[in-house]
């Protein structure tokens, strides 16, 4: 039986959707200057602080318990999800060596993105191979399968509102009732991501029911990242209104609404946190 360990998890960064110039851009604009010697720690698990850091010089050990996850290197990003969830950290990092980095708060955080909104996609793309990775674990141990239940919204329905009032003369799209929308494996010339403005959505991975979208939640998401094949498909269960978000839209967005990128990481990271605490269970 494959082992999560064997999926990767924390090499993500240093694939080659980490770009260190997007990130040093953002960083470099707000970014506080810190300094740490060899074993002193950036951040403990369990620990409420809220930073994260990009790692100018020296090397970072992160680890639970005796279990270390992955060492940070220079030029790489380390605790943004807890930026990014307002969680309390799950690991420790400490420095290997003497370590220089830069520090971003989360107020900071957010005004940096409105400069560099690259790095908000960059952050996805991180996410969402984590998530792809988390899912094919789960599908080749056979646990693949969701309650039922409709899927925890990533907009709230004022931030909807607000999305749709700033696509402008855009209307949301209407969608009759069990109509396919997006179909596994398909790579579609539409580069949009969608937001359910109403009804619910039937979600499906190799036939197998995952979740319903309702109100506030997203469809199609990695579309605005590259032109790969659709990793689910979806169905109408009820007639759906979507908004539809380009690419361009997003960078748009980004820069005028920071609070909407900064949700939309939420409501990833949200989903990520379920799917590996679903796949440590099951590597127990």
Not at 164 to 175: D, F, L, Q, S
Not at 188 to 203: A, F, K, L, P, T
Request: net charge negative.
């Amino acid at each position: 039986m494959s082992r999560i360990d064997d999926l990767q998890f924390n090499a993500s960064s240093r694939e080659t959707i980490y770009d260190p110039e997007i990130a040093l851009a953002c960083f470099e604009t707000l970014g506080k200057p810190c300094e740490l010697p060899e074993g002193e720690a950036f951040f403990a698990e369990k620990e409420t602080s809220d930073c994260m850091y990009l790692l100018l010089e020296g090397e970072v050990r992160l680890f639970r318990g005796v279990r270390v996850l992955d060492i940070v290197r220079s030029g790489e990003i380390f605790g943004e999800m807890a930026v990014i969830t307002g969680q309390p950290r799950t690991a420790w990092a400490v420095a290997r060596e003497p370590c220089k980095a830069l520090m971003l708060e989360p107020l900071q955080f957010v005004d940096a993105i409105c400069t560099t909104p690259e790095f908000v996609l960059m952050l996805m793309r991180i996410m969402f191979k984590r998530l792809r990775l988390t899912s094919e674990f789960l599908r080749k141990t056979g646990r693949l399968r969701n309650s039922g239940k409709t899927h925890e919204k990533v907009f709230s329905k004022a931030l909807v509102k607000q999305l749709t009032k700033a696509m402008g003369t855009r209307e949301p799209e209407t969608i009759p009732a069990t109509t396919t929308i997006i179909r596994e494996g398909e790579t579609d010339s539409d580069s949009s991501m969608y937001v359910v403005v109403s009804g619910e959505i039937s979600v499906s991975m190799q036939d197998t029911f995952i979740e319903r979208i309702g109100v506030g939640g997203i469809l199609g998401e990695i579309s605005l990242l590259n032109d790969s094949p659709r990793t689910a498909s979806a169905i109408a269960l009820t007639e759906v209104q979507l908004l539809p978000i380009s690419r361009d839209d997003f960078m748009r967005l980004v820069k005028s609404n920071p609070t909407f990128a900064v949700t939309l990481l939420r409501g990833i990271a949200t989903r990520l946190e379920i799917q590996t605490a679903k796949s440590a269970f099951m590597d127990r």
